[in-house]
């Protein structure tokens, strides 16, 4: 029983800014990698930005310089701001983490639920 929540999607115009929260809760352990991945109609699902327990991050090229993660461990939050957004961001956003169950040895992925970005004007 562990849960992955997203808010903070919606509709912006291009130019605009949004800020997406992802909170795990649950049977966790701990947590290592935290991250968003996206996929707009007829395209795969794409890595956006990842983020580790030691806050080493890494980007898509399509986004750097204009998205920033963020974690915050004491609420097992992952956030992703997003500015100067373009119509080709559009896409449903997922947040997933790597986590470790008490109940469980080892560690598996968990996925939200997915929250649609939509810019357009």
């Known amino acids: 029983q562990v849960q992955l929540v997203e808010s903070g999607g919606g509709l912006v115009q291009p130019g605009g800014s949004l800020r997406l929260s992802c909170a795990a809760s649950?049977?966790?352990?701990?947590?290592?990698?935290m991250g968003w991945y996206r996929q707009a109609p007829g395209k795969q699902r794409d890595m956006v930005a990842t983020?580790?327990?030691?806050?080493?991050?890494n980007y898509a090229d399509s986004v750097k310089g204009r998205f920033t993660i963020s974690r915050d461990n004491a609420k097992n939050t992952v956030y992703l701001q997003m500015n100067s957004l373009k119509p080709e961001d559009t896409a449903v956003y997922y947040c997933?983490?790597?986590?470790?169950?008490?109940?469980?040895?080892?560690?598996?992925?968990?996925w939200g639920q997915g929250t649609q970005v939509t810019v357009s004007s």
């Open positions: 983020i580790t327990r030691g806050e080493t991050t």
């Open positions: 997933y983490a790597e986590i470790a169950r008490w109940r469980y040895l080892g560690s598996s992925n968990y």
């Open positions: 649950g049977d966790i352990r701990s947590i290592n990698a």
